[in-house]
């Protein structure tokens, strides 16, 4: 089996590393801005812990990485610092990022001898801990190809998308068309609480009728019950509805229900929520709710 390198030890990339762990891979090296981050992870999987991003290189077959954004994604691989000795490495890239970055990096790593893959999840934390990730991947198909046993083991759906770039746009409308779900269920809830109706029973109709959605089934319960423990912050949430904004400005398209679900993410960063679950954006919504009459 590979040898696997980590580069971002937050919420998903640790639990990345815990489940190839689990399943027999060799952790050699993690890395995180956040070193301490990366030591907790590495008392369970072991592991050298570096602030070098080459050691990462030096050390692994195979590179994950789960950055927060397109900086970030461009620092890593800037400079010669992972792509430093990378002949024959691969890089697997799962962050949400605007996709001309993953064909930037694919590029640079070509030019380096290596590879370089996206790998886009479409779930969160417990699935990237229990290999049940729903996976989509862009890239050369062979490189796809050599890795897809790897791939399995992180996911219980797994999509070929096609070249570099591909996957992240799909990423991008998955995300954006849940951000919309997300908004408009909260104002859902929130017309039915200020209305006086039993939340329970809105939402059961809800489940029954053509406002179900998977969006229900995961925020509603925590909608009404105030309840924004982190899967997906809105800070995230508004991220990817501004990449999936930024796609749809390059096709001269108008999203005004993207564009307004990204205004309410927006909204809560500026409110100070921004690091509450997306479930949060409730919060402007519900009567009585301090960000209710926010501006």
């Known amino acids: 089996m590979e040898r696997i390198g980590i580069v971002g030890t937050g919420r998903m990339g640790?639990?990345?590393?815990?489940?190839?762990?689990?399943?027999?891979?060799?952790?050699?090296a993690l890395y995180d801005v956040n070193r301490a981050a990366a030591e907790?992870?590495?008392?369970?999987?072991?592991?050298?812990?570096?602030?070098?991003?080459?050691?990462?290189?030096?050390?692994?077959?195979?590179?994950?990485?789960?950055?927060?954004?397109?900086?970030?994604?461009?620092?890593?691989?800037?400079?010669?610092a992972l792509l430093k000795g990378a002949s024959g490495r691969i890089f697997v890239n799962c962050a949400t990022v605007t996709p001309s970055v993953h064909v930037e990096v694919e590029r640079a790593a070509?030019?380096?001898?290596?590879?370089?893959?996206?790998?886009?999840?479409?779930?969160?934390?417990?699935?990237?801990?229990?290999?049940?990730?729903?996976?989509?991947?862009?890239?050369?198909?062979?490189?796809?190809?050599?890795?897809?046993?790897?791939?399995?083991?992180?996911?219980?759906?797994?999509?070929?998308?096609?070249?570099?770039?591909?996957?992240?746009?799909v990423k991008a409308l998955v995300n954006m068309v849940m951000n919309i779900n997300t908004a408009g269920l909260a104002e859902g809830l929130g017309l039915g609480s200020a209305l006086?109706?039993?939340?329970?029973?809105?939402?059961?109709?809800?489940?029954?009728?053509?406002?179900?959605?998977?969006v229900l089934e995961t925020d509603g319960a925590d909608m009404q019950n105030r309840e924004h423990d982190v899967y997906f912050s809105a800070e995230h949430a508004a991220k990817d509805s501004g990449i999936a904004l930024g796609l749809a400005r390059d096709e001269h398209l108008r999203l005004p229900l993207a564009q307004a679900a990204y205004e309410q993410f927006e909204l809560m960063k500026r409110l100070g929520l921004g690091e509450l679950d997306k479930s949060g954006v409730s919060e402007l919504t519900f009567p009585g709710?301090?960000?209710?009459?926010?501006s």
């Open 289 to 294: 709710r301090h960000a209710q009459h926010a």
């Open 196 to 214: 006086g109706l039993d939340l329970d029973v809105l939402r059961e109709v809800f489940s029954q009728t053509g406002a179900n959605s998977r």
């Open 110 to 169: 070509e030019a380096a001898g290596a590879h370089a893959v996206e790998a886009c999840m479409a779930s969160s934390i417990p699935q990237a801990r229990n290999g049940t990730l729903y996976l989509m991947i862009g890239g050369k198909r062979e490189v796809y190809d050599r890795l897809r046993p790897m791939f399995e083991k992180m996911s219980s759906s797994l999509k070929y998308i096609g070249e570099a770039g591909r996957a992240a746009q």
């Open 14 to 28: 640790a639990n990345i590393a815990r489940r190839l762990n689990d399943v027999g891979y060799t952790i050699a």
């Open 40 to 80: 907790e992870t590495a008392r369970e999987t072991g592991g050298e812990v570096t602030d070098s991003l080459a050691r990462v290189t030096e050390l692994s077959d195979v590179i994950v990485t789960v950055v927060s954004d397109d900086a970030a994604m461009r620092e890593i691989f800037s400079g010669g």
